[in-house]
């Protein structure tokens, strides 16, 4: 009970990923009723059982997909898109929906970490080209490779 008076519901849970305990508040009484208080346990305990975090899958779906990490890149994708040959703009916008925004995509801007984005560019097939010295080398940033 918090000094206020209010009373809170809670759900103490381990994390799927890193196995912290970790404590989870369906909300307060008198605002939330027992049975409801128990049905959003319910649905956090299919989702541990799912291997997916309620914490984190909250904090996903309660922000606006403004936020949301495909929303973001985009944003900084038209931003930059008309500085660039139209060529490398379909294949920059081509790489991030191919090999991140289904990863990573969807996830909130905020609670994106660099495991993830790691984990997601390990995820990545190697580009040779992308990886190249050749098309640097043809545009005089470097001398050609031996």
């Not at 925004?101 to 801007?109: E, T």
Request: net charge positive.
């Amino acid at each position: 009970m918090k000094p206020d008076g209010a009373r809170w519901w809670r759900f103490d849970y381990r994390r799927p990923d890193t196995r912290k305990r970790n404590t989870l508040s369906p909300g307060t009484y008198p605002d939330v009723s027992l049975r409801k208080a128990r049905d959003r346990r319910d649905e956090a305990r299919k989702q541990l059982a799912d291997g997916i975090d309620p914490g984190d899958q909250r904090t996903v779906t309660g922000t606006a997909d403004a936020d949301a990490f495909d929303a973001v890149a985009r944003e900084w994708f038209a931003r930059h898109a008309p500085k660039w040959a139209h060529s490398h703009a379909d294949q920059v916008i081509r790489r991030l929906e191919r090999n991140v925004f289904p990863w990573i995509g969807s996830k909130n801007i905020a609670t994106l970490d660099a495991p993830d984005v790691v984990e997601t560019a390990h995820r990545m097939p190697p580009d040779p080209v992308f990886f190249s010295a050749r098309p640097a080398a043809a545009h005089g940033s470097c001398p050609a490779p031996a």
